[in-house]
């Protein structure tokens, strides 16, 4: 079997200089990396040293002739689920670590994000790395196999989540759960149930996500106008 590499959309440091940060975006079944690249504006108007990466998931999607996915959800039987987490989880860790290396930046200087599904990847990645990432943040995903956290986790790094109340793919609770597990585990966590919003990410979330980043990142946030 040959070795699964990523690609993806990216949107270079705009401020033409060496990157000093990285932002690892994560999508949701059936989009592709397209589909969160276009966030990375907002992170760049306050973040001008911080590439942004947005990899198209490695497999098509099995349940629309278009987009991609990190691992099926045909079945929404939770040991499939959680197999298909883990297999896909070394080759973004490939990924992340090829593009640590390519802009000479260290874990303490990358942010991971994900949306709905990515966001599954994106807790199961983050809280299992030896060296910490700045941060994590998730928004409309679920925490699978929490109880794994006990005999896995590696990573205490600060967690931005993020859920719509209304929300018609992944349930609310999954909010509140996976607070109760990072709180149970003295993982640090912000959270954020945002009224009236469905299965997305809305301007509220947007300026949270930049608020975190900057925060994580070690940088003041801007004043108020």
């Given at each position: ?53 947005s ?49 000479n930046?260290?874990?303490?200087r990358?942010?991971l ?18 060296e ?39 349930p ?13 585990h ?27 980043a ?12």
């Amino acid at each position: 079997m040959s070795e699964v590499t990523l690609s993806g959309p990216r949107h270079e440091p705009s401020s033409g200089g060496p990157a000093k940060e990285l932002i690892v975006m994560l999508h949701g079944l059936g989009a592709d990396g397209q589909d969160l690249i276009g966030l990375a504006p907002y992170f760049a108007n306050v973040l001008p040293n911080a590439a942004i990466v947005s990899p198209d998931a490695h497999q098509p999607c099995d349940m629309a002739p278009m987009g991609r996915q990190w691992f099926s959800l045909q079945s929404r039987d939770q040991d499939l689920i959680l197999d298909g987490i883990q297999k896909a989880a070394p080759i973004i860790e490939a990924y992340i670590a090829k593009e640590m290396a390519h802009y000479n930046l260290s874990a303490d200087r990358v942010l991971l994000m994900g949306f709905s599904q990515g966001a599954m990847m994106t807790y199961h990645i983050g809280f299992r790395q030896k060296e910490p990432f700045a941060g994590m943040m998730c928004f409309s995903g679920m925490l699978v196999a929490s109880e794994l956290l006990k005999d896995e986790l590696k990573s205490r790094c600060p967690v931005l989540a993020i859920h719509g109340d209304v929300d018609e793919v992944v349930p609310p609770e999954a909010l509140p759960a996976a607070v109760k597990t990072m709180m149970e585990h003295e993982i640090t966590v912000y959270q954020q149930m945002i009224s009236k919003l469905g299965h997305g990410i809305d301007e509220n979330g947007i300026r949270m996500g930049v608020g975190f980043a900057m925060e994580t990142l070690g940088y003041s946030p801007l004043e108020e106008a």
